[in-house]
């Protein structure tokens, strides 16, 4: 069955150093996602984006993050500058297509740790 | 955007059926009801989606009344293994989808 994976599984930095957190959606999908979970708290939605741009961003996703998909396989979320705060889960989640029935499927995460 | 309302926490034993309700009272004439799961240091699961009545997969059944203000997870014998949170959502704008806290469910031997 195809996945969803993420590399690394755990990425440990220095705050203000940049991180690079990679993932390859099922290969037929066309939306993708980043959400992240800090520790004991809820699944926060971060971006979307579809035909090589950001279709929708939430509050957290601020000027530190960006997302590309670099080519036809990866996606990419970049954070320029880590703070403390960022150390959470990240997750990468793909979707076949913008019909209502379509469920996202969710890579199984990388563990950002910002020191 | 519609937000969803379900119980904190839930308990069970092996063997029991768990139903898990949950309240969206602002749902859109267009949305469906997903539920996913999750474990600990995981990703979240899609378990089952519905728009309407009820609907039922190898896993969990799902019954929505015709007002769709609410829905119920229903889990026949849990095990062990069913330890998770389980989030019940609706869509974003733009097919984000937007969580809650969830129910913790725990079942005990």
């Known amino acids: 069955e195809p996945e969803v994976t993420q590399t690394p599984s755990h990425q440990v930095t220095q705050m203000g150093q940049e991180v690079i957190l990679r993932c390859v959606p099922i290969?037929?999908?066309?939306?993708f996602y980043w959400y992240r979970q800090i520790l004991g708290q809820k699944v926060e939605f971060l971006v979307s984006?579809?035909?090589?741009?950001?279709?929708?961003k939430s509050e957290i996703f601020d000027d530190q993050f960006s997302v590309e998909r670099p080519d036809g396989s990866n996606f990419t979320l970049k954070i320029r500058s880590t703070k403390l705060e960022d150390s959470a889960m990240y997750f990468c989640?793909?979707?076949?297509?913008?019909?209502?029935?379509?469920?996202?499927?969710f890579g199984p995460g990388t563990r950002l740790t910002v020191l | 955007l519609a937000k969803t309302t379900q119980p904190i926490s839930m308990d069970s034993y092996e063997g029991q059926e768990v139903n898990i309700t949950c309240s969206h009272n602002?749902?859109?004439?267009?949305?469906?009801i997903t539920w996913y799961q999750q474990f600990p240091s995981q990703g979240p699961r899609f378990i089952i989606q519905?728009?309407?009545t009820k609907v039922t997969n190898e896993v969990a059944s799902l019954f929505i009344p015709a007002d769709r203000k609410s829905s119920t997870l229903s889990l026949p014998r849990v095990s062990l293994s069913d330890t998770a949170v389980y989030y019940c959502?609706?869509?974003?704008?733009?097919?984000?989808?937007?969580f809650g806290k969830g129910t913790k469910l725990s079942v005990k031997p």
């Open positions: 989640a793909s979707r076949r297509d913008r019909g209502l029935r379509n469920e996202q499927f």
């Open positions: 290969s037929n999908h066309l939306y």
């Open positions: 984006f579809y035909n090589n741009e950001i279709s929708e």
């Open positions: 602002n749902i859109a004439t267009n949305d469906y």
């Open positions: 519905g728009y309407k």
């Open positions: 959502l609706v869509r974003g704008s733009q097919g984000n989808l937007i």
